[in-house]
């Protein structure tokens, strides 16, 4: 989910926007095919590597995110599009946890510190570039359909917030257990609550297409909060609620609703969720909220319920939307 699913989305994503930030064309034929080798050639890696030995499959499998930090460097470099060379960051430290992933599954048996690792950088990611979409797509529509209120323009306060659950998910990655990491947490916790607070998202009920994004991005400081009261009362509040709330939740459903919109603007068509968008919408964010409470309610059987609940979301995506991803751009 971290090294394969998540790197692919990650990826995804960044040859789409890149284009947008630089003004250059998109990487695409031989060296978008050769990026697509590059991950099946990883996830085959891993499936065999008690086969090919564990050093093979790491370096193959650690190839794919190298050769997309690579090439997000050189698009990014030659569009002198300096100041986004920062989501080369959480890129990094992806790539550095998917190396440690081999190496601590292999020296201790565990990888603990590895998945910790890689999912800070996504949830870094998400806090880096969910904090620029959802207020522009929010106040794009409520210009357009609800004036009023709008979000509040990037500023001094994103910034602190930002560095402040940055230093947070290190502390996680590093001291899971300590004090001082349930406190960096809570803090980071009340601060992406107030950053949500200022995109006005209540305001966008009417249009679940941007309503989403809010829903995802709340599941950063829900999985922030959880993760500092099991740090607190271990006993009755165990760890995996915060995991999954930033994995099944803000990960899931932020990579879900993009993908829907992503769709939606490259293939043409108007950007409005339908009602089978919206169901899918709501059966990823159903699932992400089952996972959460399985944890809790562990005899009720909850965990299958909610991979039903995510499978639909993908296998719905790919159902309604599959069509038109191979058919040419409407005009």
Same mark, same amino acid.
């Given at each position: 989910?971290?090294?394969?699913?998540?790197?692919?989305i990650?990826?995804?994503?960044?040859?789409?926007?890149?284009?947008?930030?630089?003004? +250059?064309?998109?990487?695409?034929?031989?060296?978008?095919l050769?990026?697509?080798?590059?991950?099946?050639?990883?996830r085959?890696?891993?499936?065999?590597?008690?086969?090919?030995g564990?050093q093979?499959?790491?370096?193959?499998?650690?190839?794919? =995110?190298?050769a997309? %930090?690579?090439?997000?460097?050189?698009?990014?470099?030659?569009?002198?599009?300096?100041?986004?060379?920062k989501?080369?960051?959480?890129?990094?430290?992806?790539?550095?946890?998917?190396?440690?992933?081999?190496?601590?599954?292999?020296?201790?048996?565990?990888?603990?510190?590895?998945?910790?690792?890689g999912?800070?950088?996504a949830?870094?990611?998400?806090?880096?570039?969910g904090? +620029?979409?959802?207020?522009?797509?929010?106040?794009?529509?409520?210009?357009?359909?609800?004036?009023?209120?709008?979000?509040?323009?990037?500023? +001094?306060?994103d910034?602190?917030s930002?560095a402040?659950?940055a230093?947070?998910?290190?502390?996680?990655?590093?001291?899971?257990?300590?004090?001082?990491?349930?406190?960096?947490?809570?803090?980071?916790?009340?601060?992406?609550?107030?950053?949500?607070?200022?995109?006005?998202g209540d +305001?966008t009920?009417?249009?679940? =297409?941007?309503?989403?994004?809010?829903?995802?991005?709340g599941?950063?400081? *829900?999985?922030?909060t959880?993760?500092?009261?099991?740090i607190?009362?271990?006993?009755?509040?165990?760890?995996?609620?915060?995991?999954? %709330?930033?994995?099944?939740?803000?990960?899931g459903?932020?990579? =879900?609703? *993009?993908?829907?919109?992503?769709?939606?603007?490259?293939?043409?068509?108007?950007?409005?969720?339908?009602h089978?968008?919206?169901?899918?919408?709501? &059966?990823?964010?159903?699932?992400?909220?089952?996972?959460? &409470?399985?944890?809790?309610?562990?005899?009720?059987?909850?965990?299958?319920?909610?991979?039903a609940?995510w499978?639909?979301a993908?296998?719905?995506? %790919?159902?309604?939307?599959?069509? &038109?991803?191979?058919?040419?751009?409407?005009?």
């Open positions: 989910m971290l090294f394969g699913y998540l790197a692919a990650v990826t995804g994503f960044l040859l789409t926007a890149i284009p947008n930030w630089t003004g +250059r064309l998109p990487v695409q034929g031989f060296p978008l050769g990026l697509v080798v590059i991950w099946i050639a990883g085959l890696a891993v499936f065999f590597s008690s086969a090919i564990w093979v499959a790491a370096m193959v499998d650690a190839a794919f =995110l190298g997309v %930090a690579l090439a997000a460097t050189i698009e990014i470099v030659a569009g002198r599009n300096w100041r986004n060379l989501v080369l960051l959480p890129l990094a430290m992806l790539l550095a946890a998917n190396v440690c992933f081999h190496l601590e599954a292999h020296y201790l048996g565990l990888s603990d510190t590895s998945r910790r690792l999912m800070s950088a949830v870094l990611l998400v806090m880096i570039i904090g +620029r979409i959802i207020p522009s797509f929010t106040r794009n529509w409520l210009v357009r359909q609800n004036p009023g209120r709008l979000p509040v323009p990037f500023n +001094r306060f910034v602190v930002l402040v659950g230093l947070a998910l290190a502390s996680w990655c590093f001291a899971p257990t300590s004090v001082v990491t349930a406190v960096a947490l809570g803090m980071a916790a009340a601060l992406q609550s107030v950053r949500l607070a200022r995109w006005a +305001r009920i009417k249009d679940p =297409l941007v309503l989403v994004l809010h829903l995802a991005y599941f950063i400081p *829900v999985g922030f959880l993760l500092a009261a099991s607190v009362l271990p006993e009755s509040l165990p760890v995996a609620a915060g995991i999954h %709330a930033l994995g099944g939740g803000a990960i459903a932020m990579t =879900l609703s *993009v993908m829907v919109r992503a769709t939606l603007g490259h293939t043409g068509r108007p950007l409005k969720a339908g089978g968008a919206a169901f899918l919408f709501a &059966a990823i964010i159903a699932a992400a909220g089952l996972r959460i &409470a399985a944890v809790f309610l562990p005899e009720l059987h909850l965990i299958e319920i909610a991979g609940a499978s639909v993908f296998l719905g995506f %790919a159902a309604l939307f599959g069509k &038109a991803l191979l058919q040419p751009k409407l005009t």
